[in-house]
């Protein structure tokens, strides 16, 4: 009886060890790394040229071509570094915008002729280069403007007209802004009044007659 219990003792510990035997032969078959053959190198290999030849191959037809029009400035392919300075000059005469008296006659071909004080708004007749006589008050504009250039970094042309700032007994003072630099005072220019053998020239008297006509 002993004997049968011994012998089926050792039967079940052999089974049990080989069934450990064969699921530990499994469990490291299955950790163990898998190591690739020659064959399944190659096919990755070639797979990841096919892969990088497609990349190539799409980068080079998203690559763009020039042309020379491309280089050519348009309303659609316009110049990022073009300055726009020429376009804002003016291409033709320079107008003043504002009433000017005398617009084409110099400061310096202006002859006073006759001054009138001691009224609330004094005059002063100023003869222009073509014997023209015109009244004029304080805050009037006369004669051809001055173009001058307004500094800075664009250093644009400007259009300055001379005004009457003062009338005088015996001269009128000419005043316009000073761009040479910033919080200068006006400029001044003064108009002498002419000699009384001045007076009697034909200009001023044709110009004195056309006043009064």
């Known amino acids: ?8 003792i050792l039967l079940l510990t052999c089974l049990s060890a080989c069934w450990n035997t064969q699921e530990e032969d499994k469990f490291e078959q299955a950790a163990a790394p898998k190591v690739a ?8 290999a070639k797979a ?4 990088l030849a497609k990349a190539a191959a799409a980068a080079a037809s998203a690559t763009r071509v020039f042309k020379d029009t491309d ?3 348009a309303e659609q392919n316009r110049d990022p570094f073009r300055s726009f300075v020429s376009d804002m000059l003016s291409k033709g005469p320079m107008v003043a915008q504002r009433t000017v008296l005398m617009p084409n006659t110099p400061i310096d071909d202006m002859r006073l002729i006759a001054i009138i004080t001691g009224i609330d708004q004094p005059r002063a007749m100023i003869v222009d280069e073509q014997g023209v006589g ?6 009037d504009f ?6 001058v ?13 001379w005004r009457v700032e003062r009338i005088r007994e015996n001269e009128v003072v000419l005043a316009r802004e000073d761009l040479s630099g910033p919080n200068r ?3 001044t220019r003064v108009i002498p009044l002419h000699d009384a053998d001045e007076e009697n020239s034909p200009e001023i008297s044709a110009a004195r007659k056309g006043d009064q006509g």
Do not use: Q
Not at 1 to 8: N, R, Y
Not at 37 to 44: D, L, N, P, S, V
Not at 142 to 147: E, I, L, M, N, T
């Open 185 to 187: 005072p006006p400029l």
């Open 134 to 139: 015109y009244v004029t008050t304080r805050g």
């Open 37 to 44: 053959t020659e064959e399944e190198k190659a096919a990755a």
């Open 71 to 73: 280089f050519t400035e």
């Open 149 to 161: 250039k307004s500094g800075g970094a664009e250093n644009l042309p400007v259009t300055l007209n």
């Open 48 to 51: 990841a040229a096919d892969a």
């Open 1 to 8: 009886m002993k004997s049968s219990k011994i012998a089926t």
């Open 142 to 147: 006369v004669g051809r403007a001055d173009v």
